[in-house]
């Protein structure tokens, strides 16, 4: 590993972001994050889905009327005396149109260290706006602000595409540091760092790097009494064409071996079924104890390190 640390700070990448305009791929802003860190390899693990969120809004030749459709509806409402009429009837004259942004967020990855959780990950929202539809439908006009700010029946218009693609950060999470401060308000091991410890201590992180097919997406929700807990979850990334593990209930031995072991190599490292398990992602729960009672009986085939994994999560099942 490099001796200099990583360093790329969230206004470093804030400023990348405004400053790259994406193309038909992402290698220019991969290319420059890259070249402020040329010691530690940078890539994209994973593309999010696409989304979309609410807009602007534009005018019929697509100038900007405003960024935030929600904060110019207010607004707006209250300069007509808060009359929702008035408001609908400016919005028909000025034959006014809803945005919608529609993007996808990327995932960057840079590995600081041999362990499981030894990374660096990079968000980063790729996103573009088009239009989406008439700001009222005139032959259903909204009932109340609610409405007119996200219809139940909007009246659509041929799409076209306002200004060029950007790119926003979100956010930076150094991992090893994040799972540290997820402990802490954890009393049990949180199962995600349960995860990354059963990688650290198996065959996996012997031939693997947990972040080329695992990344993480932290989140927040809200307690019992309305607190804000901020979580994680681990997310599979693979794009190889993994087979389902097929029912292994009546399996043993050779036969049994071998299924796990077509299973580990076309995912790309020993003892992944163990983690796509505890995924739950293709392979199902009950082949831990399957294997666990193969492996106590007349088989051994497992490294003692699986073994003693293993043997752990029958005894403290776990899930993530």
């Not at 990348?16 to 860190?37: F, H, S, Y």
């Not at 607190?227 to 794009?239: D, G, S, Y």
Request: hydrophobic letters at 35%; aromatic letters at 10%.
């Amino acid at each position: 590993m490099a001796d200099q640390p990583f360093h790329l700070d969230g206004q470093q990448l804030a400023k990348i972001c405004k400053q790259t305009v994406p193309g038909q791929d992402d290698e220019l802003l991969l290319a420059t994050l890259q070249a402020l860190n040329p010691d530690y390899p940078i890539r994209l693990a994973r593309k999010g889905d696409e989304w979309y969120r609410l807009g602007g809004i534009v005018d019929m030749e697509g100038n900007r009327i405003a960024s935030n459709l929600i904060e110019w509806t207010e607004r707006t409402y209250i300069e007509c005396g808060k009359n929702l009429q008035t408001l609908i009837d400016h919005a028909r004259d000025q034959k006014l149109i809803a945005t919608r942004q529609t993007g996808n967020t990327l995932h960057f990855v840079v590995q600081t260290g041999s362990k499981a959780e030894e990374f660096v990950q990079i968000d980063i929202d790729k996103t573009h706006e088009m239009s989406d539809r008439l700001l009222v439908n005139k032959h259903n006009p909204p009932e109340d602000l609610e409405e007119f700010i996200d219809p139940l029946d909007p009246e659509c218009i041929e799409t076209f595409f306002i200004g060029t693609s950007r790119y926003s950060y979100r956010r930076k999470t150094d991992v090893a540091i994040f799972m540290e401060e997820i402990n802490k308000y954890h009393i049990e091991e949180h199962p995600v760092q349960r995860f990354m410890d059963d990688w650290n201590r198996s065959s996996a992180l012997q031939k693997a790097v947990l972040s080329d097919d695992w990344i993480v997406r932290p989140f927040r929700h809200t307690g019992r009494f309305g607190e804000q807990i901020i979580n994680v979850e681990i997310v599979n990334t693979q794009q190889k064409n993994v087979p389902q593990l097929d029912d292994i209930q009546g399996k043993k031995g050779v036969s049994l071996h071998n299924l796990l072991t077509r299973f580990d190599r076309q995912a790309g490292y020993p003892f992944a079924w163990f983690f796509y398990m505890v995924k739950g992602k293709l392979v199902s729960t009950h082949s831990g104890l399957t294997v666990f009672k193969d492996i106590s009986g007349d088989f051994s085939y497992l490294p003692e390190r699986d073994v003693a994994v293993l043997k752990d999560w029958v005894s403290t099942p776990y899930s993530v």
